[in-house]
């Protein structure tokens, strides 16, 4: 359970990569694009992949009548997820610094899993939810307004896994560093639920035999 | 079963017989060299792919710097530096006038001829480029990084700037000698008394290491000869600056005749770290002169002029073992130094051979004081106890050499149109090959530097032809491509170059390509007019003066429709590009402009001037296709009659 509970401690912790790395990064090439244009996703705003990116996709967007990309302060994400990710951290240190002072059991190491992987999946829900506003959302004054085939407004959502090719550009959406970062934690905490389920056990074995021969 | 077997069978027929085909294929290329080896395949650099090195050739009365890639021999580039150039702006913006500033006014021309790389060590650094002007004397220096002419200065007591523009091993100097001695100073007096009277300057400007600012150090007075090029000392050597003379008679009339009577003209080693030291300690005269020099500041997008009232002139008398005279045959023209600094070149251009002077050689025999008279005080080396040898050429008119860094040199013959490869040290011709036609100077990437990259080397021609299809009786210069890898130079491409090409520079691809600039920062713009966002655009009149903060973005001019413009008004267009994305220039154009239109880079600042001379509504446009909006990209100025009250009012968009 010691093993089990230090890998507990050190799981959340690896979640905060997500101050320092992107979690999500969005790379636009084009003919005219051969050193593509990008955006990191951080949670706590949209950065340059180089200088000057967002400036010029933002640029580029207006054409089709997208939005610029939000400051931080335009998204109340960017100010709640650094907290939220850092509750949780706090929160996952102190299950695991209980579970080796065994005041709790490896049970409360999978709930912590359980509630991340909630919360991830919400934020994978808000996030997408972002891209279909900034993606169909446009401007009626649009320079250009294009249709699909069918006649329904050509949508600019990127892809949120993956590559789309959206008129000249081929956008590849893909987790980046903070986001591995998060991944290798949360797999960590059900690593330590793992070896808490299988220690435990083994230590009531050892126990039994501890009271057959006394 | 059997079915089964005979597909087996069928496949392995299949296969063998493409395996065979590939082998065919294989040995094709292997055996037949010569096919794998043509000229085509060495020059060729496939679409997108990079050339392996940059070469700077002269534009001669172009005024101008093109760029080109070797081995594709593709230009890149035309670099403005003492012309006009209206592509750009340079020159007619108001930030660039001042680049062409000099004693004698606006000159918007000259002749540039011989560009040289920065060295660190006597290797190519690739920080900036020189050249000099040789007509109306200047020396400019060209960053590598913005690719574009940062500074200019003037030269007092010259005429026909031609010994120029060389630098010494450690950018120490650039230096600068006259063609046309002249009377120093300035003086009303008749030609005919040229001999004695006339002047020679030798002119040694500074390069400040940190930011390459130019100042003129001091001009050594040297006799009326022409000085007509020269190179630095270098390795052993340095510390030395060599130049070819011609015309020692000091003729001043029927020049092609009265100045080729002499069997031998000089070439004059200069001691300029002993000149330095003896200005450095308070020698030489300070004398009044008039010259320009000029600066242009990457973050103000702006040049200044300056007028500069006084140089140090030294006698050389005053210095005495600084200056020597080495006899050399048959007015020489070309004066090359080798990569280890041992051997001086003459070029003797009336003459089939080639003087090599010892450097060696040459301070023994000062140490031994083996003089043969002197020149005006100037002692003279005795010819034998200076010569390391002669190349029996064979050709006829050698002009210029340079060395491959394996020992070889290459000298380019005029008349009998050749470029030459013989050994240094044995003076053994080792190959010759025609050029096409009359070949002027030739350059190996890092030819003048103690480091060659010897792989290739361009001839540069005078004359073209039938080399190209005819395009009436002017015609671009042709240079040839030579691959010297080899024992044998290999004939490899012919291309057209831009104006009158006499030197160039070449330096390999990466010495530059990861340091060119992309874009200016237009939170670095300093340019007193610029706007750093829309909402600054304004529009303001002072008297008849109207300056326009503009700024321009994909893909409209902020503002765009501008009113209360009279006849007569002065209108300054302030244009600030607001990209910052990398090859996205905005241009501008105003009907009936006198000046040209702008170029104007990502976060960069130009302005033009347009004097409105007639009433109406008159349109301007962006010159540069800069989006699938381009052709939108538009406004107008309404211009009304002079006196009239129409208020200055500027709008976007309502």
Same mark, same amino acid.
């Given at each position: 359970?010691?093993?089990?509970?230090?890998?507990?401690?050190?799981?959340? =912790?690896?979640? /905060? *990569?997500?101050?320092? #790395?992107?979690? $999500?990064?969005?790379?636009? !090439?084009?003919?005219?694009? %051969?050193?593509?244009?990008?955006?990191?996703?951080?949670?706590?705003?949209?950065?340059?992949?180089?200088?000057?990116?967002?400036?010029?996709?933002?640029?580029?967007?207006?054409?089709?009548?997208?939005?610029?990309?939000?400051?931080?302060?335009?998204?109340?994400?960017?100010?709640?997820?650094?907290?939220?990710?850092?509750?949780?951290?706090?929160?996952?240190?102190?299950?695991?610094?209980?579970?080796?002072?065994?005041?709790?059991?490896?049970?409360?190491?999978?709930?912590?899993?359980?509630?991340?992987?909630? =919360?991830?999946? /919400? *934020?994978?829900?808000? #996030?997408?939810? $972002?891209?279909?506003?900034? !993606?169909?959302?446009?401007? %009626?004054?649009?320079?250009?307004?294009?249709?699909?085939?069918?006649?329904?407004?050509?949508?600019?959502?990127?892809?949120?896994?993956?590559?789309?090719?959206?008129?000249?550009?081929?956008?590849?959406?893909?987790?980046?560093?903070?986001?591995?970062?998060?991944?290798?934690?949360?797999?960590?905490?059900?690593?330590?639920?793992?070896?808490?389920?299988?220690?435990?056990?083994?230590?009531?074995?050892?126990?039994?035999?501890?009271?057959?021969?006394? | 079963?059997?079915?089964?077997?005979?597909?087996?069978?069928?496949?392995?027929?299949?296969?063998?017989?493409?395996?065979?085909?590939?082998?065919?294929?294989?040995?094709?290329?292997?055996?037949?060299?010569?096919?794998?080896?043509?000229?085509?395949?060495?020059?060729?650099?496939?679409?997108?792919?990079?050339?392996?090195?940059?070469?700077?050739?002269?534009?001669?009365?172009?005024?101008?710097?093109?760029?080109?890639?070797?081995?594709?021999?593709?230009?890149?580039?035309?670099?403005?530096?003492?012309?006009?150039?209206?592509?750009?702006?340079?020159?007619?913006?108001?930030?660039?006038?001042?680049?062409?500033?000099?004693?004698?006014?606006?000159?918007?021309?000259?002749?540039?001829?011989?560009?040289?790389?920065?060295?660190?060590?006597?290797?190519?650094?690739?920080?900036?480029?020189?050249?000099?002007?040789?007509?109306?004397?200047?020396?400019?220096?060209?960053?590598?990084?913005?690719?574009?002419?940062?500074?200019?200065?003037?030269?007092?007591?010259?005429?026909?700037?031609?010994?120029?523009?060389?630098?010494?091993?450690?950018?120490?100097?650039?230096?600068?000698?006259?063609?046309?001695?002249?009377?120093?100073?300035?003086?009303?007096?008749?030609?005919?008394?040229?001999?004695?009277?006339?002047?020679?300057?030798?002119?040694?400007?500074?390069?400040?290491?940190?930011?390459?600012?130019?100042?003129?150090?001091?001009?050594?007075?040297?006799?009326?000869?022409?000085?007509?090029?020269?190179?630095?000392?270098?390795?052993?050597?340095?510390?030395?600056?060599?130049?070819?003379?011609?015309?020692?008679?000091?003729?001043?009339?029927?020049?092609?005749?009265?100045?080729?009577?002499?069997?031998?003209?000089?070439?004059?080693?200069?001691?300029?770290?002993?000149?330095?030291?003896?200005?450095?300690?308070?020698?030489?005269?300070?004398?009044?002169?008039?010259?320009?020099?000029?600066?242009?500041?990457?973050?103000?997008?702006?040049?200044?002029?300056?007028?500069?009232?006084?140089?140090?002139?030294?006698?050389?008398?005053?210095?005495?073992?600084?200056?020597?005279?080495?006899?050399?045959?048959?007015?020489?023209?070309?004066?090359?130094?080798?990569?280890?600094?041992?051997?001086?070149?003459?070029?003797?251009?009336?003459?089939?051979?080639?003087?090599?002077?010892?450097?060696?050689?040459?301070?023994?025999?000062?140490?031994?004081?083996?003089?043969?008279?002197?020149?005006?005080?100037?002692?003279?080396?005795?010819?034998?106890?200076?010569?390391?040898?002669?190349?029996?050429?064979?050709?006829?008119?050698?002009?210029?050499?340079?060395?491959?860094?394996?020992?070889?040199?290459?000298?380019?013959?005029?008349?009998?149109?050749?470029?030459?490869?013989?050994?240094?040290?044995?003076?053994?011709?080792?190959?010759?090959?025609?050029?096409?036609?009359?070949?002027?100077?030739?350059?190996?990437?890092?030819?003048?530097?103690?480091?060659?990259?010897?792989?290739?080397?361009?001839?540069?021609?005078?004359?073209?032809?039938?080399?190209?299809?005819?395009?009436?009786?002017?015609?671009?210069?042709?240079?040839?491509?030579?691959?010297?890898?080899?024992?044998?130079?290999?004939?490899?491409?012919?291309?057209?170059?831009?104006?009158?090409?006499?030197?160039?520079?070449?330096?390999?691809?990466?010495?530059?390509?990861?340091?060119?600039?992309?874009?200016?920062?237009?939170?670095?713009?300093?340019?007193?007019?610029?706007?750093?966002?829309?909402?600054?655009?304004?529009?303001?009149?002072?008297?008849?003066?109207?300056?326009?903060?503009?700024?321009?973005?994909?893909?409209?001019?902020?503002?765009?429709?501008?009113?209360?413009?009279?006849?007569?008004?002065?209108?300054?267009?302030?244009?600030?590009?607001?990209?910052?994305?990398?090859?996205?220039?905005?241009?501008?154009?105003?009907?009936?402009?006198?000046?040209?239109?702008?170029?104007?880079?990502?976060?960069?600042?130009?302005?033009?001037?347009?004097?409105?001379?007639?009433?109406?509504?008159?349109?301007?446009?962006?010159?540069?296709?800069?989006?699938?909006?381009?052709?939108?990209?538009?406004?107008?100025?309404?211009?009304?009659?002079?006196?009239?009250?129409?208020?200055?009012?500027?709008?976007?968009?309502?």
């Amino acid at each position: 359970m010691k093993k089990a509970s230090i890998i507990m401690i050190i799981g959340p =912790l690896l979640l /905060l *990569g997500l101050f320092s #790395f992107p979690l $999500w990064n969005i790379i636009l !090439g084009a003919p005219q694009y %051969p050193e593509p244009l990008g955006m990191n996703i951080h949670i706590d705003g949209i950065r340059d992949m180089n200088e000057f990116d967002l400036q010029n996709i933002d640029g580029l967007n207006h054409y089709i009548g997208m939005r610029s990309l939000p400051k931080p302060e335009d998204m109340w994400e960017f100010s709640t997820f650094p907290i939220v990710i850092l509750g949780m951290v706090a929160v996952g240190v102190l299950v695991g610094l209980l579970g080796f002072l065994g005041k709790v059991s490896h049970k409360w190491f999978i709930g912590w899993f359980i509630v991340m992987s909630i =919360l991830g999946i /919400l *934020g994978m829900y808000d #996030f997408n939810a $972002w891209m279909v506003d900034y !993606g169909t959302n446009l401007d %009626p004054n649009a320079i250009m307004k294009l249709e699909n085939p069918d006649g329904t407004p050509m949508s600019y959502k990127p892809p949120l896994f993956g590559h789309a090719k959206m008129l000249n550009f081929d956008v590849t959406s893909l987790p980046a560093k903070g986001a591995w970062f998060m991944f290798t934690g949360m797999m960590l905490t059900v690593v330590a639920f793992f070896l808490g389920w299988k220690n435990r056990k083994s230590v009531q074995v050892k126990e039994t035999t501890k009271f057959a021969t006394s | 079963m059997k079915k089964y077997r005979f597909y087996v069978l069928m496949l392995l027929g299949i296969s063998a017989l493409l395996s065979s085909c590939g082998n065919q294929g294989d040995g094709k290329s292997s055996s037949n060299g010569a096919l794998s080896s043509t000229g085509a395949e060495k020059s060729y650099v496939a679409p997108g792919e990079h050339d392996e090195f940059y070469a700077f050739i002269s534009g001669g009365y172009s005024g101008n710097i093109t760029v080109y890639g070797l081995p594709s021999g593709r230009m890149f580039k035309e670099i403005p530096v003492f012309s006009q150039f209206p592509t750009s702006g340079y020159g007619y913006s108001e930030e660039t006038k001042p680049m062409l500033n000099t004693s004698f006014g606006f000159v918007p021309w000259d002749d540039s001829h011989h560009p040289d790389i920065s060295q660190t060590n006597g290797e190519l650094d690739g920080r900036w480029i020189f050249i000099n002007g040789n007509n109306t004397p200047r020396i400019a220096r060209v960053s590598l990084s913005t690719f574009e002419t940062e500074e200019i200065i003037e030269l007092p007591n010259s005429a026909g700037n031609h010994s120029s523009s060389f630098i010494t091993e450690n950018t120490e100097y650039v230096v600068a000698g006259t063609r046309f001695s002249v009377p120093i100073p300035q003086r009303d007096m008749p030609i005919n008394e040229y001999k004695g009277n006339f002047k020679g300057a030798l002119s040694f400007i500074s390069i400040a290491a940190d930011n390459g600012r130019l100042n003129l150090e001091f001009q050594l007075i040297m006799p009326g000869f022409n000085y007509d090029l020269s190179h630095p000392g270098r390795g052993k050597s340095h510390g030395w600056f060599f130049f070819t003379t011609y015309n020692t008679e000091e003729a001043n009339t029927l020049m092609e005749v009265n100045s080729s009577q002499n069997d031998k003209d000089f070439i004059a080693a200069v001691n300029w770290k002993m000149v330095e030291e003896y200005v450095k300690n308070g020698g030489g005269t300070k004398v009044p002169a008039e010259y320009a020099h000029n600066v242009y500041d990457e973050h103000t997008h702006t040049a200044t002029s300056t007028m500069k009232k006084e140089v140090i002139t030294v006698n050389p008398l005053d210095v005495p073992g600084a200056v020597y005279f080495l006899p050399t045959p048959k007015s020489p023209h070309g004066c090359d130094v080798d990569p280890s600094g041992q051997y001086i070149i003459g070029n003797g251009k009336l003459s089939a051979d080639l003087t090599i002077h010892s450097f060696d050689k040459m301070i023994a025999a000062i140490e031994g004081k083996k003089f043969d008279g002197d020149a005006y005080g100037i002692p003279i080396l005795k010819f034998e106890d200076v010569l390391a040898g002669v190349v029996k050429s064979g050709g006829l008119g050698p002009l210029h050499t340079e060395f491959d860094g394996k020992g070889n040199a290459y000298t380019t013959f005029f008349i009998s149109s050749e470029v030459v490869k013989w050994e240094l040290g044995t003076w053994e011709v080792l190959d010759r090959q025609p050029t096409f036609y009359s070949v002027g100077h030739l350059m190996i990437p890092g030819g003048n530097s103690a480091k060659p990259f010897g792989k290739y080397v361009v001839a540069l021609n005078k004359i073209t032809k039938d080399r190209y299809l005819p395009t009436g009786p002017e015609l671009e210069h042709s240079a040839q491509l030579y691959d010297i890898s080899g024992n044998k130079m290999e004939l490899i491409l012919d291309f057209p170059t831009h104006g009158e090409p006499h030197y160039a520079a070449g330096c390999p691809a990466d010495l530059l390509a990861p340091n060119s600039k992309k874009i200016y920062r237009l939170d670095e713009n300093k340019h007193p007019y610029a706007v750093l966002t829309p909402d600054q655009a304004k529009v303001t009149r002072e008297g008849n003066e109207v300056h326009v903060y503009m700024s321009t973005s994909r893909s409209h001019f902020t503002p765009d429709n501008i009113e209360g413009v009279k006849v007569g008004d002065k209108v300054y267009f302030h244009i600030t590009n607001h990209e910052q994305d990398f090859d996205f220039p905005h241009g501008f154009a105003m009907i009936g402009q006198n000046t040209s239109e702008l170029l104007v880079m990502p976060g960069q600042t130009k302005t033009s001037l347009w004097e409105p001379k007639k009433v109406g509504v008159w349109p301007f446009y962006c010159t540069d296709f800069c989006s699938a909006l381009h052709q939108e990209m538009q406004g107008y100025v309404r211009v009304s009659p002079a006196g009239s009250n129409v208020p200055l009012t500027y709008t976007l968009g309502d």
